[in-house]
């Protein structure tokens, strides 16, 4: 088992990660709504198409209002956190 490219890619995702969020922390609210978007949109993919999301499964899952209200309201949580952070 070689795991230099298994280090490598999780500082990569380490790095990606510390980076954007780090922007949407200096965006305060909008920040925080796209960062929810963001941890949205994961979840929205994931459904649907389970842990390999096939491009064909994508339209039919957001055909449908649900994924719409859910990124609606992971956005708002993000909003919500943003602005209810100490100064």
Do not use: C, N, Y
């Amino acid at each position: 088992m070689r795991f230099h490219p298994r280090i490598t890619d999780q500082i990569a995702h380490f790095a990606v990660a510390l980076g954007l969020l780090s922007l949407f922390a200096q965006l305060g609210a909008l920040g925080g709504a796209l960062a929810g978007l963001g941890i949205g949109l994961v979840r929205e993919l994931s459904e649907a198409g389970g842990s390999r999301i096939a491009l064909a499964e994508i339209p039919p899952h957001f055909a449908k209002r649900d994924p719409w209200i859910d990124l609606a309201f992971w956005t708002l949580g993000g909003l919500t956190a943003a602005a209810a952070k100490p100064i």
